[in-house]
């Protein structure tokens, strides 16, 4: 095939008369332009892309690369699948993702619909690949910014319990050291009047005529002694030691029968003739006395106090019982906090002592079983 003419081709083609099949070939891949110019006689333009269109396409396809490099390959951006508009082709897959996962349809079908959930897909138009969607979900940096104000005020709460729960042991503490300096300072200051009044005893005993007064009054010195040891050892360890619970519960019994109404009726009943438990006789004794005459204020001289005592699941238990006004249930805690009293000139000491001395010391437990309003009430003491 003859050469005619030509145009803007390369030096090679410049002395080419006579186009081969195979040069042609080599030449260019599209179909020639057909010019018919007379009757059956036909020129043929053969073409090729300019070099400029080349030029652009391939700067144009390393904009693409460099696009899925930037959006896909980047090894710091967030996990991202680009896929043709029918989602039938991954176009490219990045992140953190396996590359394996490709030829797993249902788990990359699984992955698009979750990242479609958590943000709309970008639509782009890609020249190769035509009309694409970018699927994403956050990165790992974002998913931890998002979360960090909640893990933030979680720090924040933490650290405000643990200031309030050392502030409320400081508090604790503090009171302690108030409760033991008022307790020895209480013992202190009655013990010199105690041991005076012991000496114009013995000097009353003397005297005939005086000796059943100097009796009298020697049993209350002994009664003032106990008292004064009592407060001292308030704030310091007290020695526990296995006592009898039967005998020690009478033994008050028979001291409050003597120091109230007569109208008042006394029971004890026990499951066991004897309960052995490590306790101080003299502290665990205060607190019974101090729960007998709060039935008894609350009973206004007229009624019954019942003291039961056994042993469930090797607990030693002491029930008090009274047929007294009752305490309504919201007051089950309060009545044993420092100062709550239901009586006018009452410091509402008593049963925060009995708690005191029942928790801190015995390592037990003493609260309100049961109540009802003008029934009565049982509080119970668990020896442990």
Do not use: C
Not at 324 to 341: E, L, M, Q, V
Not at 375 to 380: F, M, S, V
Request: net charge positive.
């Amino acid at each position: 095939m003859e050469v005619t003419a030509k145009k803007n081709l390369s030096p090679f083609f410049d002395n080419i008369k006579i186009l081969t099949p195979e040069l042609r070939d080599s030449f260019t891949s599209f179909k020639p332009i057909i010019v018919n110019y007379y009757a059956n006689f036909n020129n043929y333009i053969y073409y090729q892309n300019s070099r400029l269109y080349v030029q652009l396409k391939l700067t144009l396809d390393d904009l693409i690369k460099s696009f899925l490099n930037e959006v896909v390959e980047n090894s710091i951006s967030m996990p991202v699948v680009i896929m043709d508009s029918s989602r039938s082709k991954i176009i490219a897959l990045g992140g953190s993702f396996d590359k394996t996962i490709i030829n797993n349809s249902s788990k990359i079908d699984y992955i698009v619909a979750k990242m479609g959930n958590q943000n709309e897909p970008i639509v782009v138009d890609l020249p190769k690949y035509g009309r694409s969607l970018i699927y994403y979900e956050d990165s790992l940096l974002l998913t931890q910014l998002k979360y960090f104000p909640m893990i933030l005020l979680i720090v924040i709460a933490i650290f405000l319990i643990i200031s309030y729960f050392l502030f409320s042991v400081s508090r604790k503490a503090e009171q302690n050291q108030v409760w033991a300096g008022m307790a020895k300072e209480s013992a202190h200051q009655l013990g010199t009047p105690i041991s005076s009044l012991m000496g114009w005893i013995e000097i009353l005993k003397m005297k005939p005529e005086t000796q059943a007064e100097g009796n009298e009054m020697a049993k209350d010195i002994v009664r003032l002694q106990q008292v004064s040891e009592r407060f001292s050892k308030i704030g310091s360890k007290p020695e526990l030691r296995d006592n009898d619970i039967n005998t020690l519960i009478n033994s008050v019994l028979s001291y409050m029968k003597l120091r109230s109404s007569n109208k008042i009726h006394y029971e004890f009943d026990s499951q066991q003739t004897e309960i052995i438990h490590k306790v101080n006789p003299l502290l665990l004794s205060w607190v019974l006395e101090n729960l007998i005459k709060n039935s008894l204020d609350a009973m206004d001289g007229n009624g019954t106090i019942k003291i039961e005592s056994s042993i469930k699941n090797k607990h030693k238990i002491i029930d008090i019982i009274d047929s007294g006004k009752g305490i309504p249930k919201s007051k089950f805690k309060t009545i044993f906090n420092p100062g709550y009293s239901t009586k006018s000139r009452g410091w509402g000491l008593g049963l925060s002592l009995a708690k005191r001395i029942i928790n801190d010391y015995h390592k037990s437990k003493i609260f309100v079983k049961s109540s009802s309003l003008e029934e009565g009430t049982t509080i119970r003491i668990v020896l442990k």
